[in-house]
């Protein structure tokens, strides 16, 4: 987003506050000037330039009243349909499994799992849960700039678990939202992705930070409390990609986003009590950044801070996979719509992608169905095959699918020398039997900040993930969702 007169002087306004407010005299001249990148060869300053400070300090002086109306919208559009993927992501196998530990060990407060229907369990608990549901069946909304961070399984499950705790409102969540997505995302920026490269998994490094200052923000710390916050979160990033090279153990995957949101509910009930973390948790010679690695920039941290909202870099799913699936299937569907082909037409099919992609996802004969949504072969031969926006379509019997799995066999991945890996541009080339070839190149799915999902998609969507519960109570769940800032109290968020 391209920052207006009036936002450049409110963030030159709001970085001199920040200064202040963080105590550093010699912070304000790196903030209000032109901050060069530093990078992962370039010595560790002693102290840094207290960006961890003046995050906290932004987080901990948000107000609703800040927040222009389609920020407030994607926030509650985010909100929406991160319930819906909570709800269906109950049913499945593995969600019961960390559901029942949750009310092992949590049950008893006044936070709900939802897709649960049973009695609350302590904010802790219904935030490991919630977590972990939002991001069981790769639903979930994530950014694009990608920053590696999924906002609706980390931000939304540790706000509503201590809203509900707390008797918080509907303007109390939206507003710690954003001021958790701003935190989150910037620190995502800063890795380059390199956390991954690395062989961490991205949500489960960044997810701590952005619950704990969402939560933070709603018990209304000072810049001292969040940047405490912040700094105990940092101990409790994490989630490793082994799954990924092992093709097993792809649970783990869902377990990460729980993790992180139940941690910044930690980090953030530690900091109200008094405890402390490092101030320079991110900057830092041994913080984040330089630990979790091979790369950084640290002008991220603070770039646009104040002044653009990177909320609105939000995207929702529209098929039920991987992020990095969205524009091949996208692309194979709207030649599939434009030459009328079918599956049993097709030849081969290329894909050209990025080289993390062509690496990681590509897995033509996965395992299991929690790996299929993971493998860009899969999901595109799925979608010929089965309506890919329903997560049911990847149920067990498309695994061990006979059609599927030999029109995978026949989707090849060619990397793109050259492009940067948070670039997701696909193109595919489908050869038909009778010859013909046929290309579509899809760099913005429908989802995608640029496209957003309009009312009435949001609502299908909503509604064809909760089809198992009674069709009119989600369709009043959904309005009252999309009216959020009117809700007093969130009590009433349980199914």
């Given at each position: 987003?391209?920052?207006?007169?009036?936002?450049?002087?409110?963030?030159?306004?709001?970085?001199?506050?920040?200064?202040?407010?963080?105590?550093?005299?010699?912070?304000?001249?790196?903030?209000?000037?032109?901050?060069?990148?530093?990078?992962?060869?370039?010595?560790?300053?002693?102290?840094?330039?207290?960006?961890?400070k003046t995050l906290a300090a932004y987080a901990a002086t948000l107000?609703?009243?800040?927040?222009?109306?389609?920020?407030?919208?994607?926030?509650?559009?985010?909100?929406?349909?991160?319930?819906?993927?909570?709800?269906?992501?109950?049913?499945?196998?593995?969600?019961?499994?960390?559901?029942?530990?949750?009310?092992?060990?949590?049950?008893?407060?006044?936070?709900?799992?939802?897709?649960d229907g049973a009695a609350p369990a302590h904010a802790p608990a219904?935030?490991?849960?919630?977590?972990?549901?939002?991001?069981?069946?790769?639903?979930?909304?994530g950014s694009m700039p990608e920053s590696g961070a999924h906002p609706a399984a980390t931000l939304l499950t540790a706000g509503l678990a201590v809203s509900q705790e707390h008797g918080y409102g509907g303007r109390d969540l939206l507003t710690a939202f954003v001021a958790g997505a701003e935190v989150m995302f910037r620190i995502g920026h800063a890795t380059k992705h390199t956390n991954e490269i690395r062989g961490f998994h991205a949500p489960g490094t960044t997810g701590p930070f952005g619950a704990a200052v969402a939560v933070g923000r709603l018990r209304e710390f000072d810049a001292e409390k969040m940047t405490n916050a912040l700094g105990i979160a940092g101990s409790c990033a994490g989630g490793l990609l082994e799954f990924v090279n092992s093709g097993d153990g792809a649970m783990v995957k869902r377990l990460h986003l729980g993790r992180a949101a139940e941690s910044g509910v930690l980090a953030a009930s530690l900091a109200a009590e008094g405890f402390t973390g490092p101030s320079t948790v991110l900057e830092g010679e041994f913080g984040f950044l330089r630990v979790f690695c091979n790369d950084w920039d640290l002008a991220e941290l603070t770039r646009g801070l104040g002044g653009t909202y990177f909320t609105m870099d939000i995207f929702l799913k529209h098929y039920a996979c991987h992020g990095t699936a969205q524009n091949p299937v996208e692309a194979i569907q709207d030649l599939r719509t434009e030459h009328q082909f079918s599956a049993a037409d097709v030849a081969s099919i290329v894909i050209a992608c990025n080289e993390r992609v062509a690496k990681r996802n590509n897995i033509p004969a996965p395992a299991e169905?929690?790996?299929?949504?993971?493998?860009?072969?899969?999901?595109?031969?799925?979608?010929?095959?089965?309506?890919?926006?329903?997560?049911r379509s990847f149920d067990d019997s498309a695994v061990h699918n006979r059609d599927i799995l030999d029109l995978?066999?026949?989707?090849?991945?060619?990397?793109?020398?050259?492009?940067?890996?948070?670039?997701?541009?696909?193109?595919?080339?489908?050869r038909l039997k009778d010859g013909r070839e046929l290309?579509?190149?899809?760099?913005?799915?429908?989802?995608?900040?640029?496209?957003?999902?309009?009312?009435?998609?949001?609502?299908?969507?909503?509604?064809?993930?909760?089809?198992?519960?009674?069709?009119?109570?989600?369709?009043?769940?959904?309005?009252?969702?999309q009216r959020l800032e009117d809700e007093k109290s969130l009590d009433w968020l349980s199914v």
């Open positions: 987003m391209t920052e207006t007169n009036a936002q450049k002087m409110q963030r030159r306004t709001f970085l001199k506050q920040m200064a202040a407010v963080a105590g550093s005299g010699p912070l304000a001249p790196a903030l209000v000037g032109a901050a060069s990148a530093q990078t992962a060869p370039a010595a560790a300053p002693r102290g840094g330039n207290y960006e961890t107000r609703y009243e800040d927040l222009p109306p389609s920020v407030v919208q994607r926030a509650k559009d985010c909100i929406t349909d991160g319930i819906a993927t909570v709800v269906f992501g109950a049913e499945l196998p593995w969600s019961k499994m960390i559901i029942a530990h949750a009310r092992r060990y949590g049950s008893g407060g006044k936070s709900f799992i939802l897709g219904a935030a490991l849960a919630n977590g972990a549901l939002a991001h069981a069946f790769e639903l979930d909304s169905r929690m790996m299929a949504q993971y493998s860009v072969p899969f999901s595109v031969a799925l979608s010929l095959f089965r309506d890919a926006r329903d997560p995978a066999s026949r989707t090849r991945l060619n990397a793109i020398a050259g492009p940067d890996n948070r670039d997701q541009s696909a193109t595919v080339t489908v290309s579509r190149k899809v760099s913005t799915y429908k989802g995608m900040p640029e496209r957003p999902l309009d009312r009435a998609e949001l609502k299908e969507k909503f509604l064809l993930l909760t089809r198992h519960l009674d069709r009119g109570k989600m369709g009043a769940m959904f309005d009252r969702l």
